[in-house]
T-cell receptor
Framework: DAEITQSPRHKITETGRQVTLACHQTWNHNNMFWYRQDLGHGLRLIHYSYGVQDTNKGEVSDGYSVSRSNTEDLPLTLESAASSQTSVYFC???????????????FGPGTRLTVL | GNSVTQMEGPVTLSEEAFLTINCTYTATGYPSLFWYVQYPGEGLQLLLKATKADDKGSNKGFEATYRKETTSFHLEKGSVQVSDSAVYFCDFVGGGTSYGKLTFGQGTILTVHP
């Protein structure tokens, strides 16, 4: 069955370190998204991609970067981790045609990141 | 800009009670509307959706009707169970510059007691 996976599921790191969170989907979806979930803020969009070599900034992109070299993967990198980036991170994917914007997003299980 | 206003929680109900979680949205054009559910320790999963005005989405006894005139998509269930305890998110996906992107509400925590 097709799925979307994230790794690691839990990560503890120190301030200033570079961290990369992996997201892999086997749906063959064009669209992929990274969100962070914090109490009182719901889910907020960090970065997203509509296809290979395409990346776009979301509402809370500062301090994060992504790259899309193939359809299946969208790794999220924290260039220099900060305590404010302690959060739960969710990756999602969706299939969407040129008409756009109506398709369901499928979420990964999440990565709990703690920055000490 | 685009936004979702969702009923604040937490909501605490007894088993078999009626549930309503209100949701209204602000968006340009004709968004698709979704309710996602997050069970403890898990990611989000789609509960139901509606893609055009007057559509009713339904799943697992939950229902929501796309009301364009009131820009609402309220979630209802006639008889909740303990297993429905979770966080519920109202969301929409717009077109144009919001193509493909979900705009999330804050989430409503539902706790159902036996």
């Amino acid at each position: 069955d097709a799925e979307i996976t994230q790794s690691p599921r839990h990560k503890i790191t120190e301030t200033g370190r570079q961290v990369t969170l992996a997201c892999h989907q086997t749906w063959n979806h064009n669209n992929m998204f990274w969100y962070r979930q914090d109490l009182g803020h719901g889910l907020r969009l960090i970065h997203y991609s509509y296809g290979v070599q395409d990346t776009n900034k979301g509402e809370v992109s500062d301090g994060y970067s992504v790259s899309r070299s193939n359809t299946e993967d969208l790794p999220l990198t924290l260039e220099s981790a900060a305590s404010s980036q302690t959060s739960v991170y969710f990756c999602a994917s969706s299939e969407s045609g040129l008409a756009g914007g109506t398709d369901t997003q499928y979420f990964g299980p999440g990565t709990r990141l703690t920055v000490l | 800009g685009n936004s979702v206003t969702q009923m604040e929680g937490p909501v605490t109900l007894s088993e078999e009670a009626f549930l309503t979680i209100n949701c209204t949205y602000t968006a340009t054009g004709y968004p698709s509307l979704f309710w996602y559910v997050q069970y403890p320790g898990e990611g989000l999963q789609l509960l139901l959706k509606a893609t055009k005005a007057d559509d009713k989405g339904s799943n697992k006894g939950f229902e929501a009707t796309y009301r364009k005139e009131t820009t609402s998509f309220h979630l209802e269930k006639g008889s909740v169970q303990v297993s429905d305890s979770a966080v519920y998110f109202c969301d929409f996906v717009g077109g144009g510059t919001s193509y493909g992107k979900l705009t999330f509400g804050q989430g409503t925590i539902l706790t159902v007691h036996p």
